[in-house]
């Protein structure tokens, strides 16, 4: 089946860098993404990365993905206070169309 | 980038009456698109797939004579709470993906209020 967790609370200084986690089971997903949400908006996709890749940076964002142990993170260098909302990760499974599980958020807080 | 709009942001409604949703993508055809259903500090649950000119595709649990959904154009789908209820009350966010698949646009969300 599917399930995808993350932790539920991060705080972070301004400046440093924060790591956000995320677990999943099903070994069949294609592709796995971030996504962010500030408050009462909708969802703002940060990024994704295909299965078979190891790892994506996009300017201040890292991905990593260690298939064999089934756990997707994402690294935010220099986090700043507009960095503050939650987080979520999510994937899709091969053949469903664009299908998404996701993950139980995780909320980041950041303190000057 | 792709842009997906929501209309109402925010509607409240009388217990029993019904409330329409609007999701439109603005500057690419949607052929697909998801509903999503988000209670306070939760994760969002999908609730259907819906695909231009065919009926929706709901996940189990969810009713589809209560959630009605339509997707009459590549640009437009519409869901309906009919006889809404206190515990309809939630944040409903729809999404789209285009003819690419992999990448789901969102909307910014509709808070439903039913008192």
């Known amino acids: 089946g599917e399930d995808v967790e993350q932790s539920l609370f991060l705080s972070v200084r301004e400046g440093d860098s924060s790591v956000i986690n995320c677990t999943y089971t099903?070994?069949?997903?294609?592709?796995l993404y971030w996504y962010k949400q500030e408050p009462g908006a909708g969802l703002q996709l940060l990024t994704y990365i295909f299965s078979n890749m190891d790892m994506k940076q996009d300017q201040r964002l890292t991905v990593l993905l260690n298939k064999k142990d089934k756990h997707l993170s994402l690294r935010i260098a220099d986090t700043q206070t507009g960095d503050s909302a939650i987080y979520f990760c999510a994937e899709s499974i091969a053949g469903t169309a664009s299908k998404l599980t996701f993950g139980t958020g995780t909320r980041l807080q950041v303190t000057l | 980038g792709a842009v997906v709009s929501q209309h109402p942001s925010w509607v409240i409604c009388k217990s029993g009456t019904s409330v329409k949703i609007e999701c439109r993508s603005l500057d690419f055809q949607a052929t697909t698109m998801f509903w999503y259903r988000q209670f306070p500090k939760q994760s969002l649950m999908l609730m259907a797939t819906?695909?231009?000119?065919?009926?929706?595709?709901?996940e189990q649990g969810v009713e589809k004579d209560k959630f009605l959904i339509n997707h009459a154009s590549l640009t437009l789908s519409t869901l309906t709470v009919t006889s809404a209820h206190p515990e309809d009350s939630s944040f409903y966010i729809c999404?789209?993906?285009?003819?690419?698949?992999?990448?789901?646009?969102f909307g910014p969300g509709t808070r439903l209020t039913v008192t």
């Open positions: 099903d070994s069949s997903s294609t592709y």
């Open positions: 819906s695909n231009e000119g065919s009926k929706a595709t709901y």
């Open positions: 999404s789209a993906t285009g003819t690419g698949g992999y990448e789901q646009y």
